[in-house]
């Protein structure tokens, strides 16, 4: 279920980020929200949520630098922070690889902006497509 719903909220942000190049704040909280409501957090120990919470850390505090580098909003980081919570570290860490090296193809062709939030999406897709056992 809470897969589904990371898929259409990623595919609807993507569709946001490629028209408008913004990402709204309102489907970000509604989907960190959701992930909260719907994670289940009795089996969770401390050292998970505290990783969690230096994951988030991480993927928005990346921004400062990474902001006068590659031209980034503040939404994409955003939206890797509550892919954080909604995914774990590891997942998302693997989702932002493969979003790079989706995102590198439109940049090395010469396009000047880049929708991250279409790139993620479709690093999502991969990455679902990637533990896929056939």
């Not at 980020?17 to 489907?27: A, E, L, Q, R, T």
């Not at 979003?99 to 999406?121: F, N, S, Y």
Request: proline share 4%; glycine share 8%.
């Amino acid at each position: 279920m809470l897969g589904l719903i990371n898929l259409g909220t990623l595919v609807l942000l993507g569709y946001i980020d490629f028209v408008s190049y913004k990402i709204p704040n309102v489907i970000l909280c509604g989907w960190l929200g959701t992930v909260i409501i719907l994670k289940d957090y009795r089996y969770t120990t401390p050292i998970e949520i505290f990783l969690t919470v230096i994951g988030v850390l991480i993927a928005t505090g990346s921004y400062i630098p990474l902001r006068r580098i590659v031209r980034c909003s503040a939404g994409d980081f955003k939206l890797f922070a509550v892919l954080t919570v909604a995914m774990g570290i590891d997942d998302m860490l693997t989702i932002l690889i493969i979003t790079l090296l989706i995102t590198t193809l439109p940049l090395v062709c010469g396009v000047r902006k880049v929708p991250v939030a279409m790139t993620t999406g479709l690093g999502y897709i991969a990455f679902l497509l990637s533990r896929r056992s056939i």
